[in-house]
């Protein structure tokens, strides 16, 4: 059960690794666009600030196989947990395939379907995407697709990893867990949510004020 977060801002990334809970990183191009800085700036800075992450991942964006591994050469001589992401295209499942090969970690990408999935794991991905909002939001179960994701694999033994992504709410965090994703990718805002609750809220103001009250009449 891990938790990657999902952002280009280095700044938080580094506090959020601070916590001892996040176990990864993964970018796109669009939030790397917001960063407002080059992906291998951002790759490396990531990689130099938090080395002990267990993934931190690049997208390569191409339109062959050749071009998108010659793209992933300079963030796989950062480090061995850089993570090459690829679309889940014929294209891009070849260059899975020799990246995986060569002991590359890959992630598969914008997946809609369980026959995708079955075609990342065949390629050998370590990672496979079903993007859980993109789903609801063409009015399909993004969660239904992780289980069925997470049936399939666990069926056949395949080792590929269901890395939930474009969760928007904390809720579906831990329904996402619960279905059997492997790991969850959260925005920043969504990870902070995920310790906040009212009745928390509620009872730690009793306490306090309690405790202060035992205070003033037992000393």
Not at 2 to 7: A, G, S
Not at 42 to 62: D, G, H, R
Not at 117 to 139: E, Q
Request: glycine share 6%; with cysteine; proline share 3%.
């Amino acid at each position: 059960m891990k938790i990657f977060l999902d952002t280009a801002e280095v700044n938080e990334i580094i506090l959020a690794d601070r916590t001892g809970l996040i176990d990864g990183v993964t970018t796109n191009p669009t939030l790397i666009l917001r960063s407002g800085r080059q992906q291998s700036d951002v790759i490396e800075e990531i990689q130099q600030s938090c080395p002990n992450l267990e993934s931190i991942s690049a997208e390569v964006v191409a339109n062959t196989a050749d071009e998108m591994i010659e793209q992933a050469q300079p963030y796989i001589a950062l480090s061995d947990n850089v993570t090459i992401k690829v679309p889940c295209t014929e294209e891009g499942l070849v260059a899975c395939k020799e990246l995986s090969n060569d002991g590359v970690l890959t992630n598969v990408t914008l997946v809609f379907s369980t026959s995708q999935a079955i075609l990342a794991a065949k390629a050998g991905a370590t990672y496979v995407s079903p993007f859980v909002g993109r789903v609801d939001d063409n009015s399909f179960g993004g969660l239904c697709l992780v289980k069925d994701i997470a049936n399939t694999y666990s069926r056949h033994d395949v080792e590929t990893q269901i890395l939930a992504a474009s969760i928007r709410n904390v809720r579906d965090v831990g329904r996402a867990f619960e279905y059997g994703a492997n790991v969850c990718t959260l925005p920043v805002k969504t990870f902070k949510g995920m310790y906040k609750h009212v009745l928390t809220d509620a009872g730690l103001n009793q306490f306090s004020i309690d405790y202060h009250q035992a205070l003033k009449e037992f000393t």
